[in-house]
C-alpha cells in the first residue's frame, strides 16, 4: 500500500516496477545527440499521414505498439491507460490510442504528463486498481507550434528564450512484476505562478514549479540532491535550466553537479538551431522511455529522481493578459 | 485495497466515502426544475469577471470553497485534487484552482470529467496515497459554444438534436471517513467510436459508450439494472438517452424503469428551449454534487449508478474529417 509521507511524498514500499517502455521521434530528433537510442525514430514527420495532428498520433500508437512488444503483451493485457498531449482535447491520445480499447484516462499535465501519467498508472498499480498499468505522452513540432504559437508556415522569428517542440512520444508498462526498474516514490506537483507571461520563455515559467516540487520531496525525503545520480528535469531548456539550479541554490540545495534537462540532452544546442533547448511533453516522454530507462536497466543509474515540468499555458488566457501557471510533478526511479 | 474483477471493475470493499460535495450554477439552471437544489445559482453569468472564462474558473473555486466550508476543512486539509473541465488546456481549472495551492492532477475526459475525477479521487484515497482527495469539474455555455460551435453573438439557429451546455459546477470530498455516501466500485470506460460526426449531437456519439460501461459492469457484479434505484447518465439528454435505453434493449438489459440523465432533468425542455436537453462537465457535476448526493444523503436513493459520458470531440479533428470517439465512467454508490 502505498504511504504518504510530511508534503505529500507517496512512497510505494510493496514495489511498482516499469517492466517495458519505448520512446519514438521524429527526424530533428534522429539528427540529435540521442537519435540513436530511441526505439523508433522516424524519418519524416508526418508518418505518412495527411494532417500533423494524425501524424502526432501515429507516434502515441507507435510508442505503445513499440512497448507492448518489448512486454510480449498485447492491449487486452493493459488494465487501464493515463494519457495526455498537448493538443486540444488530448486529440493525440483519443485519437491514436482509440483502436487499442485499453480503459482510458486523459492526463492534462502540459510537458508534466509523462510524469503525471507515471504517477497516475504507480498509485493505480500500487493500490490493487490496476494489474498492468499503461503511461504515454506525446507531442509534435508542427502541431504544437500552429496551436499555442505560429503556424510554422508563417516563418516567424524565433525569441532567443524559445524552445523546440519535441516531436517524439514515449510509454511504458507498469505493474508489480519485478523488473530493473523501480518506482520508489512519488510527489505529486502544485501551481506555482510567477506571473511570467511570455509564451516564448517558458523555462522561466517552470523553474520555480520544479524547484517547488523538489524541495517537498526532499524535506519529505530527508536527502539532499548528491543521493541521486541524475535529477532530471523535463523541458526546462537553458533558461529555465539555469534559473532551476540558482531557484535550488537560494534554498540551499546545490543540484549542479547532478543536474540535467532533457531538453538539453535531446538536441545539440549549438548546431541544431533550437535555442533554449527542446520542449514539449514528448520530449521527457521520448529521453525517460528510451535513453534513460535502458542506463537505469543496465545500472549505469542507480537512483534518478524524474520531474517533469509543465507550463499550462492557454492561448485563449494568455490573449485575455493571464500569467502561466506551471506544475511539475515527481518520480524517484531506482535500479 | 481496491479488488479488481472480470472486465475491469474496481471495487472498493474497504469502505471510500464521499464527504461533502458541492454544485453550483448560472441562471439558466437557476430558473429549472433544479434551481432550488444548488449550493450557489448565480443570477450573472459573468460573475463579475470580464470574460466568459474567468467567469467559469470563478465557478470552479466557489464549488470548491463551498464543498471545503461543509466539511469545515481548508484547501490544505486536501492532498490531491483532480479537476477538470471542457477548455483547452483545462483552463478553467487550472486558473480556478490557482491559488489553492492544492497538488493538482488536470483530467481530461470530456462531459464524462466528473465521474473520472471522482474515480480517480477513489482509487487515491483507497490506496493510501490520499487521505482526503477532491473531485471538481465545470462548465460554462458561453465559453464551450464559443470554442466547439459558434460564438454565441453570431446567433446561429440550434440544430433540434443540439444540447445546451450547463454553466455550473460541482466539487466533491472523498475520503475514508464514514458518511451517509460510499462508493462501492467503479468501472474506467473505453473508447466508443460509432463514427457520428455531427458536433450538434452529441447524445449519439455517447450513447454507445454509455451503454458498453454499464453493460460491462453489470457483468463483472453479476447485477441487473432493477437492482439499483437509480441509473444517472450524464448529459445524453433526450436523442441520447432514447438510444442509450434502445442499445441496453439489445442487449437484453431493460433501464427503463430506472434510468434518468442529468441533461434532461436540469432544463425544462418544453420551457427552456434547450432541445435535447442539458450537456457539458458542469451538467452532471453540478446535479450529481447537490440534487442526487442529497438524495442518497436522505436514503430516498439507496443504490445509484452514476455514469458520466464525454464526447472527446475536437474541432481540430472535426475539420480533419474525423468521427467523435466517446467514452463514459461509471461509480456505483450506496447510501
Known amino acids: ?149 505560429m503556424p510554422i508556415d508563417y516563418g516567424g522569428q524565433r525569441s532567443p528564450t524559445a524552445q523546440w517542440t519535441v516531436t517524439g512520444a514515449g510509454a511504458a508498462l507498469i505493474s508489480r512484476m519485478p523488473s530493473p526498474v523501480r518506482i520508489e516514490s512519488l510527489t505529486i506537483g502544485r501551481i506555482n505562478d510567477l506571473k511570467v507571461k511570455d509564451a516564448t520563455n517558458m523555462g522561466a515559467a517552470m523553474a520555480p514549479a520544479a524547484a517547488d516540487t523538489l524541495l517537498r520531496f526532499l524535506a519529505d525525503t530527508d536527502t539532499v540532491p548528491k543521493s541521486y545520480d541524475l535529477i532530471l528535469t523535463g523541458d526546462l531548456g537553458k533558461v529555465g535550466s539555469d534559473l532551476f539550479r540558482e531557484l535550488m541554490l537560494r534554498h540551499g540545495a546545490d543540484v549542479s553537479q547532478v543536474h540535467n534537462d532533457c531538453g538539453l540532452m535531446i538536441f545539440d544546442l549549438e548546431g541544431q538551431d533550437v535555442h533554449s533547448g527542446g520542449s514539449g511533453c514528448g520530449c521527457s516522454a521520448s529521453v525517460f522511455c528510451s535513453h534513460i530507462m535502458r542506463r537505469i536497466e543496465k545500472g549505469e543509474l542507480k537512483s534518478v529522481l524524474f520531474i517533469a515540468t509543465g507550463a499550462l499555458m492557454s492561448p485563449t488566457a494568455s490573449q485575455q493578459g493571464e500569467s502561466i501557471p506551471s506544475i511539475a510533478h515527481l518520480l524517484h526511479l531506482s535500479a
Open 1 to 149: 500500500m502505498p504511504i504518504r509521507t510530511g508534503k505529500g511524498t507517496i512512497s510505494l514500499p510493496e514495489g511498482v516496477y516499469i517492466n517495458s517502455s519505448a520512446g519514438v521521434a521524429g527526424s530533428k530528433e534522429k539528427e540529435g545527440p540521442l537519435g540513436k537510442e530511441f526505439d523508433i525514430a522516424f524519418n519524416n514527420d508526418k508518418l505518412g499521414m495527411d494532417t500533423w495532428e494524425k501524424a502526432e498520433s501515429e507516434l502515441q500508437k507507435a510508442a505503445v505498439t513499440a512497448m507492448l512488444e518489448k512486454a510480449r503483451l498485447t492491449a487486452a493485457d493493459i488494465d487501464v491507460i493515463f494519457a495526455g498531449d498537448l493538443l486540444n482535447q488530448c486529440m493525440s491520445s483519443t485519437y491514436g490510442l482509440r483502436d487499442f480499447q485499453i480503459p482510458l484516462m486523459c492526463q492534462f499535465g502540459a510537458c508534466s504528463t509523462m510524469a503525471q501519467t507515471l504517477a497516475a498508472a504507480a498509485v493505480f498499480v500500487a493500490s490493487g486498481a490496476a494489474e498492468r498499468a499503461a503511461a504515454v505522452t506525446s507531442s509534435h513540432f508542427c502541431t504544437a507550434e500552429r496551436q499555442f504559437r
